[in-house]
Structures are given as structure tokens and as C-alpha cells.
């Protein structure tokens, strides 16, 4: 069973960081390449960082220089470091593989919230 269980997020002050991490399971998840989510109050999902099977990453702008992404194949776990936290990046945050990315595999997320 495709599996998404992320964790690590909570209330930071603006500038502050966080880590968050996303286990997954039932699939072949070093072969994957992973993304990391995020839903604000009153918003669309919206995508913020992918990486590949290969390491390869790329941001939303908006979070670039900010956040990074990656990956432990032995702990079939993807992380997200974020720092210099601003409000705009309060959300729910979630992950998913690019080939499970259906509504039926998303996990409950971890909130983020930033206060100013």
C-alpha cells in the first residue's frame, strides 16, 4: 500500500526554521522522484520543491535560496529544510511521488505556521 506520512512542521517565529520529513512506503522510492506541497488557508495547492532519483532539485521561486530539499533512499524518507520562514509560507505541507500524485495517495500533511 502507496504510503505518504509527513511530520516535522509546527509554530516558528518569522525567520525561523523548520525540517520536515515525509515517509514513504509501498513503492520503489529510490527510482522516484519526490515533491514536496503546499496548501495556505483559502488556497490552491501549490507545488515547492522537487528531487529526483538523481539528486536533481528545483524550487519555487518564491522559495529558492530558502528551502532545500532531499532524500535518504535507506530511510525512503524526503526531507525539507526550510529557513528564513516568513508567514506566506504558512501552509499545510505535504509530499508525494510524481507517479502516485492522485488524490486517492495524499497524506494528512504537516502544518506550518509562521508568525510575525
Known amino acids: 500500500q502507496v504510503r505518504f506520512v509527513e511530520s516535522g512542521g509546527g509554530l516558528v517565529q518569522l525567520g525561523g526554521s523548520l525540517r520536515l520529513s515525509c515517509a514513504a512506503s509501498?513503492?520503489?522510492?529510490?527510482?522516484?522522484?519526490m515533491a514536496w506541497y503546499r496548501q495556505a488557508p483559502g488556497k490552491q495547492r501549490e507545488w515547492v520543491a522537487t528531487?529526483?532519483?538523481?539528486?536533481?532539485?528545483n524550487y519555487l521561486d518564491s522559495v529558492k535560496g530558502r528551502f532545500t530539499i532531499s532524500r535518504d533512499n535507506t530511510k525512503n524518507t524526503v526531507y525539507l529544510q526550510m529557513n528564513s520562514l516568513k508567514p506566506e509560507d504558512t501552509a499545510v505541507y505535504y509530499c508525494?511521488?510524481?507517479?502516485?500524485?492522485?488524490?486517492?495517495?495524499w497524506g494528512q500533511g504537516t502544518q506550518v505556521t509562521v508568525s510575525s
Open positions: 508525494i511521488a510524481d507517479r502516485y500524485n492522485f488524490p486517492a495517495y
Open positions: 509501498g513503492f520503489a522510492f529510490a527510482i522516484n522522484t
Open positions: 528531487i529526483t532519483s538523481g539528486t536533481g532539485t
